[in-house]
């Protein structure tokens, strides 16, 4: 047990890739709050892992709202006593190519994964230098390292996670606090499966060439990367036991974007 004792907040929790993650980790004995917009989700999400002997609840938040974000922590701190690890893991897409872009789509990824990652990190700061330590984990993808055609604010949003997370390792270094960021490659959840059709769309190519020749095409092995592998290095970066891992990002892809 890992994290036996310790309270987890994830966001985006309630579906795919943070679904994986608050499983992952109440499997080692921590108390996760899945936060998300789709409260029915979250709860649906909570009520799977308390089946499985876990502890686990369900919180609303819109990780784009100020307020949402200070409540929603501060019903968690009131719920668990306090917040050890935050993963900033709430996410959308959306693909055109720049010049075809509307501003309220650009400031809308930009909000979610920027904004989302900010507040969240702000509201759980204080809680984790109170107790002397703690992980911060945002959820980059290969796309904070590497191009891609038809997402501009993706792209430059998950490269921004990398600026902030060096920002809060060099902060919370003190304080015990780590941060540290995740870079998958493609990850078959729900938000992919919306993606691939307005990709082939945008490019004039099948769906099933979006998988073979732009997701998959720069892997060992033509393989998806699977959403247990993403919680498997959240896992690392929840429990790793000193300051010695912090400020980083690693690429968890099928060896797309080696470094
Ligand atoms: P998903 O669509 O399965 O899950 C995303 C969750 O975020 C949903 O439960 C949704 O309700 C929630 N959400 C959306 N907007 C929100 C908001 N404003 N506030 C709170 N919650 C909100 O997607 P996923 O593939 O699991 O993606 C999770 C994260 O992983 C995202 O940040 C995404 O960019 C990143 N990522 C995904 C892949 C991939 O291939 N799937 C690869 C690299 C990185």
């Known amino acids: 047990m890992k994290l036996e004792g310790k309270v987890a907040i994830v966001t985006g929790?309630?579906?795919?890739?943070?679904k994986a993650i608050a499983q992952r980790y109440a499997r080692e004995g921590a108390k996760v709050a899945i936060a998300d917009l789709d409260l029915n989700a979250?709860?649906?999400?909570?009520?799977?892992?308390k089946s499985a002997g876990g502890e686990a609840s369900g919180?609303?938040?819109?990780?784009?709202?100020?307020?949402a974000v200070?409540?929603?922590?501060?019903?968690?701190?009131?719920a668990y006593g306090g917040?050890?690890?935050?993963?900033?893991?709430?996410?959308?897409?959306?693909?055109?190519?720049?010049?075809?872009?509307?501003y309220a789509d650009w400031r809308k990824l930009i909000a979610i994964h920027l904004d989302g990652a900010f507040l969240t990190t702000r509201a759980c700061l204080p809680h984790m230098y109170r107790a002397g330590g703690g992980s911060v984990i945002y959820m980059?993808?290969?796309?904070s390292k590497e191009g891609s055609v038809l997402k501009?604010?993706?792209?430059?949003?998950?490269?921004?996670?990398?600026?902030?997370?060096?920002?809060?390792?060099?902060?919370?270094?003190?304080?015990?606090?780590?941060?540290?960021?995740i870079c998958p490659g493609f990850v078959h959840t729900p938000l992919v499966d919306r993606q691939i059709p307005e990709q082939a769309k945008e490019l004039g190519i099948s769906e099933d060439d979006v998988i073979k020749k732009v997701m998959l095409k720069e892997t060992?092995?033509?393989?998806?990367?699977t959403v247990e592998d993403v919680a498997e290095v959240a896992l690392l970066f929840a429990a790793f036991p000193s300051n010695a891992l912090t400020g980083q990002s690693l690429v968890v892809s099928h060896g797309w974007f080696m470094q």
């Not at 919180?59 to 307020?67: G, I, K, R, S």
């Not at 959306?94 to 075809?100: A, G, K, L, Q, R």
């Open 42 to 49: 979250a709860k649906a999400a909570a009520t799977e892992i």
């Open 140 to 143: 980059g993808s290969v796309h």
């Open 13 to 18: 929790a309630a579906s795919g890739i943070g």
């Open 152 to 181: 501009a604010p993706y792209v430059t949003a998950k490269h921004g996670l990398i600026g902030l997370a060096k920002v809060v390792a060099k902060e919370g270094a003190a304080h015990g606090v780590r941060a540290n960021v």
């Open 220 to 225: 060992v092995d033509g393989e998806f990367t």
């Open 59 to 67: 919180v609303a938040m819109d990780v784009t709202c100020e307020d």
């Open 70 to 78: 200070n409540d929603g922590v501060a019903a968690v701190v009131a």
């Open 83 to 102: 917040i050890d690890i935050l993963v900033s893991n709430a996410g959308i897409q959306i693909v055109h190519p720049v010049e075809e872009f509307s």
